[in-house]
């Protein structure tokens, strides 16, 4: 079983609408964060989370929320979607002292 | 290595050929760097790490060497297969919790 799973994989939905990404991970990493990827950009850090009470913004949060439900679930949502965030959206986890992340396999949203 | 816009870089190699992807980092503070492969359709996976203590380090096949007078990181793989076959990203990380990745580079195996 996947370590780090994320759902739905694939999102078709129209500008304005409200969406939630699901991040689940089996690993008990008490770090996760939220990326999205767009062609040519690599890797973008939208928020991340060190324990269940903690949440920070990354460099481009504008347009997100997200919320910590447990340490193995960490929920990404678009208020009000738009045509722009359309992209590939990656959860991770990490344990340090290592900071090597554990990606899950990727949300690719598409907004109309 | 880096690139800006909507095209990565490109590296095609013949099987069997030795592999050198470059990637320049941004920050001279930043004292650990890790090489993540993703293949097409999946997330990013984790290569080889090198801390900046280190000049030279080596995994299964792939070599990572770290130059930090000029801010430069390479992976080497060797007797490159074609599951080797991605798009290799490059991170910089300055001991906290913010990993810079670049855009990556992609490279083709030639059977």
């Known amino acids: 079983d996947a370590d780090v799973t994320q759902t739905p994989r694939n999102r078709i939905t129209k500008t304005g609408k409200r969406i939630m990404l699901e991040c689940s991970q089996t690993?008990?990493?008490?770090?996760m964060y939220w990326y999205r990827q767009d062609p040519g950009l690599g890797l973008r850090l939208i928020y991340y989370s060190f324990d269940v009470k903690d949440i920070n913004k990354g460099e481009i949060s504008d347009g997100y929320s997200v919320s910590r439900q447990a340490q193995a679930k960490f929920s990404l949502s678009l208020e009000s979607a738009i045509p722009n965030q359309t992209a590939l959206y990656f959860c991770a986890t990490s344990d340090p002292p290592r900071d090597e992340q554990f990606f899950g396999p990727g949300t690719r949203l598409t907004v109309l | 290595g880096e690139s800006v816009g909507l095209h990565l870089p490109t590296l095609s190699v013949q099987e069997g050929d030795n592999s050198i992807i470059n990637c320049a980092y941004s920050?001279?503070?930043?004292?650990?760097f890790i090489w993540y492969k993703q293949e097409s359709g999946k997330g990013p996976q984790f290569i080889i790490d090198?801390?900046?203590?280190?000049d030279k380090r080596q995994g299964q096949r792939v070599t990572v060497l770290l130059n930090k007078t000029v801010k430069h990181l390479s992976l080497q793989i060797a007797a490159t297969q074609p599951g080797d076959s991605a798009v290799y990203f490059c991170?910089?990380?300055?001991?906290?919790?913010?990993?810079?990745f670049g855009a990556g580079t992609r490279l083709f195996v030639k059977a």
């Open positions: 690993k008990g990493h008490d770090r």
């Open positions: 991170a910089e990380n300055t001991g906290g919790f913010k990993t810079i």
């Open positions: 090198i801390r900046s203590n280190m």
């Open positions: 920050n001279s503070a930043s004292d650990y």
